[in-house]
């Protein structure tokens, strides 16, 4: 079973829009990762936030993480067409364990 | 994906036949990871191995075989191709110290059994 699930399924926007998308997850975590998978490419490490830390920044993406409530968001900010892409997040018991993957949020930033 | 290769690309086989898909990483990354994607069902993990001669079992391993003889290299073999196994297969690696930059992942093998 995934452990990670994102929420919307597709979500499209305007250029310059904010994107969030939302993961949750089902058990204990070392850390959550999100990853980029542009159409017919392999997936692209964006973010990885550990379990004791609510906030990371990298560029245009801050992404949040909820202990507590099992959840993180991936905002990406003043979104360009280049974005457009399906994002997944992923979580790790441990470094170098399995990583569970969600069944991804297809982006689509319209130009 | 500079570093980690997959071959072939593209693949397709027949009912019933052996296949093998190659992966080959450049950083001596210890972890070395085999994924399926499918419609509908993200990326499922098929085997990992966490250095030469470990591996183990993930999400959905029946059907496939892997072995890791060398650090750089995992190859995954489906000893008898069946449909249900068109998917597109992604190898990843990782690093004991890269663990802040996620994992690496290949660039997939598109494989189509007939």
């Known amino acids: 079973s995934q452990q990670g699930e994102e929420d919307p399924q597709a979500l499209s926007i305007q250029e310059g829009e904010n994107a969030t998308m939302n993961c949750s997850y089902k058990?204990?975590?070392?850390?959550l990762q999100w990853y980029r998978q542009n159409s017919g490419r392999g997936l692209v490490h964006l973010i990885l936030?550990?379990?004791?830390?609510r906030e990371k920044h990298s560029g245009r993406l801050r992404v949040t993480l909820d202990t507590s409530k099992k959840s993180s968001s991936l905002l990406i900010t003043a979104s360009r067409a280049a974005d457009t892409a399906s994002y997944f997040c992923?979580?790790?018991?441990?470094?170098?364990?399995?990583?569970?993957f969600g069944e991804g949020t297809q982006l689509t930033v319209n130009p | 994906d500079a570093g980690i290769t997959q071959s072939p690309r593209y693949k397709i086989t027949e009912t019933g036949r052996q296949v093998t898909l190659m992966c080959h990483q450049t950083?001596?990354?210890?972890?070395m990871f085999w994924y399926r994607q499918d419609l509908g069902h993200g990326l499922r993990l098929i085997y990992y191995?966490?250095?030469?001669?470990?591996?183990d079992k993930g999400e959905v391993p029946d059907g496939y075989v892997v072995s890791r003889s060398k650090t750089e290299n995992f190859p995954l073999t489906l000893e008898s191709a069946t449909r249900s196994q068109t998917s597109v297969y992604f190898c990843?690696?990782?690093?004991?110290?890269?663990?802040?930059?996620?994992?690496?992942f290949g660039s997939g093998t598109r494989l189509t059994v007939v």
């Open positions: 990843a690696s990782s690093g004991d110290w890269t663990e802040n930059y996620g994992y690496t």
């Open positions: 058990t204990s975590i070392n850390n």
């Open positions: 936030i550990r379990s004791n830390e």
């Open positions: 992923a979580t790790d018991k441990r470094h170098g364990s399995r990583l569970t």
């Open positions: 950083w001596s990354h210890s972890y």
């Open positions: 191995s966490a250095a030469a001669d470990i591996t």
